[in-house]
């Protein structure tokens, strides 16, 4: 039986169709959860272009998700059908689409990668190999005495300054419209509460982010302190106690993502209470 391919035009019509699929495997998916979430409040949150929003299925059962906000890679939700990364992939290929890149679950981007530069005579980079945590507890000894408080307009400054340190060092991202999409954004965050910050007598040590919200849990993102203030347990503590925080709003869970190539966050998180679900793989794709 043939995989059928669609694409929708309208995001909540697509959000009612897939939430189900994703949610059967939200720490899995949190990635695509989390966007979804965000353009169907926001559709130019990620740029001007329409999302491209996409269902892979067989007799009518969804196998695989897939969306792209240009000119960002495109995302795979989970799948346990490979075959259905392979339809997808034959099916953009001759729609003769143009991709920067891919993200998803190690097996899935991989494979989409490989059969996708194959075919189109384009050469891959693994640019980041990550893995997805989950939180239920967060271990009491990690939530320290300092104080973490919302971040407002008299720190914004300072966090849109950590952001692009953080977006430079951290996810490698020297795009300057990019950079200065997500400081807008984070702008608009701290309005809503969402930047959070570890106080050390008066001083601001370190920050996360109240990012993505699932169904049952919700994503911590931006966790950074500054180069002469690390080591001293600043970021653990202030994931802990975010952590808590959510825990205690009524999440079942908190998520996050972490570098491979960075072992000392991974410690630092399972520290904390956070256990790893699944590794996610980013290519970028360049001309030969």
Not at 41 to 59: C, M
């Amino acid at each position: 039986m043939d995989m059928e391919i669609k694409f929708y035009e309208e995001i909540n019509e697509f959000y009612e169709l897939v939430l189900e699929f994703l949610v059967n495997r939200e720490a899995e998916n949190i990635l695509l959860i989390a966007i979804l979430n965000t353009i169907k409040v926001n559709p130019s949150r990620y740029g001007e272009d329409k999302p491209i929003l996409i269902t892979v299925t067989e007799i009518e059962e969804i196998k695989l998700i897939t969306l792209r906000t240009p000119p960002y890679n495109l995302v795979l939700s989970f799948t346990d059908d490979l075959e259905s990364v392979t339809a997808l992939t034959k099916e953009l290929l001759k729609r003769n689409m143009e991709l920067p890149g891919v993200v998803g679950f190690k097996a899935g981007a991989e494979k989409f990668a490989k059969l996708w530069c194959n075919s189109k005579n384009l050469q891959l980079n693994l640019l980041r190999n990550e893995r997805i945590f989950k939180l239920q507890k967060v271990a009491k000894e990690t939530l320290g005495k300092r104080q973490l408080v919302v971040g407002d307009k008299s720190n914004q400054k300072l966090i849109l300054n950590w952001a692009k340190e953080f977006m430079l060092e951290v996810l490698s991202e020297s795009d300057e419209a990019h950079i200065k999409r997500t400081q807008n954004a984070i702008i608009e965050e701290i309005k809503k509460d969402k930047i959070f910050l570890l106080i050390e007598e008066g001083e601001v040590v370190s920050m996360a982010r109240k990012a993505g919200k699932t169904p049952n849990g919700n994503l911590v993102n931006l966790v950074y302190t500054p180069l002469h203030l690390r080591n001293q347990g600043y970021a653990t503590e202030c994931v802990a106690k975010l952590s808590q925080k959510l825990l205690e709003e009524g999440n079942n869970f908190c998520f996050l993502f972490t570098d491979l190539m960075n072992p000392t966050s991974n410690s630092i998180y399972q520290k904390i209470g956070y256990r790893p679900v699944i590794d996610v793989d980013e290519y970028k794709f360049f001309s030969k």
